[in-house]
């Protein structure tokens, strides 16, 4: 079975401080991970995926499979960061189908 | 708590028939929302409810999509006619507001021929 863990449901923190959500997982074979953020009243989107390792609004995410951990970090947060942030990993399920599980978010607040 | 239920899990239809996908959020959730996953373009956001009533329907792709939420522990989304494009991981999501954590079904993955 695959999981995805969100440790932190909310997170505050100061303008231009860094910022890191965490994001373990549990799977047997080689996951694809993704993030997803969620603005207020704007729908879900794709953040970044591990496997294009981009960087996209100056967050980054690196794949440590010996921690099994994707976090999501950015070296200094701006305000319009404020979000729901979602971790996602999609594997094979015992059929051999592609299955996307979420965690369960942290919500992340910018202190001005 | 069992979690987000969704059934059936797998769902494999002829083009043109009709397919109903069901969610049963978390007790206690009054937001429930249905989603739509392909590799293309990733996941998209269909329709969110509130206390069983729609409040954003935008997502919806056209009027072969419908969605009912007759009860708090409910929902089902609708497609016919079915189309192949239509194939994809259809996810629903329930929370207890709206702008916190999402906790997400299975999914049900939907194929179309």
């Known amino acids: 079975a695959q999981r995805v863990t969100q440790p932190e449901k909310l997170l505050s923190v100061f303008k231009g401080a860094p910022v890191e959500l965490k994001c373990n997982y549990s799977y047997s074979g080689s996951p694809e991970l993704f993030w997803y953020v969620q603005y207020s009243r704007q729908r879900l989107q794709l953040l970044l995926r591990?496997?294009s390792r981009e960087s996209i609004k100056g967050f980054t995410a690196d794949l440590n499979k010996g921690e099994t951990s994707f976090h999501l970090k950015k070296p200094f947060a701006q305000e319009e960061d404020s979000a729901m942030y979602y971790c996602?990993?999609?594997?094979?399920?015992?059929?051999?189908?592609?299955?996307?599980?979420f965690g369960t978010g942290t919500r992340l607040t910018i202190i001005p | 708590d069992a979690g987000v239920i969704q059934s059936p899990r797998h769902e494999v239809t002829e083009m043109g028939q009709e397919v109903t996908l069901r969610c049963k959020p978390i007790?206690?959730?009054?937001?429930l929302f249905w989603y739509r996953q392909t590799m293309m373009r990733g996941l998209e956001l269909l329709i969110y409810?509130?206390?069983?009533?729609?409040?954003?329907d935008s997502g919806m792709p056209e009027d072969r999509f419908s969605a009912k939420m007759p009860n708090a522990s409910f929902s089902t989304l609708k497609i016919q006619p079915s189309e192949p494009r239509d194939s994809a991981v259809y996810f629903c999501a329930s929370s207890w507001d709206r702008e916190y954590e999402q906790y997400f079904g299975p999914g049900t993955r939907l194929t179309v021929t």
């Open positions: 996602a990993l999609s594997g094979l399920d015992n059929f051999g189908n592609e299955k996307l599980t």
């Open positions: 409810f509130n206390n069983n009533v729609p409040i954003d």
């Open positions: 591990h496997i």
């Open positions: 007790s206690g959730h009054d937001y």
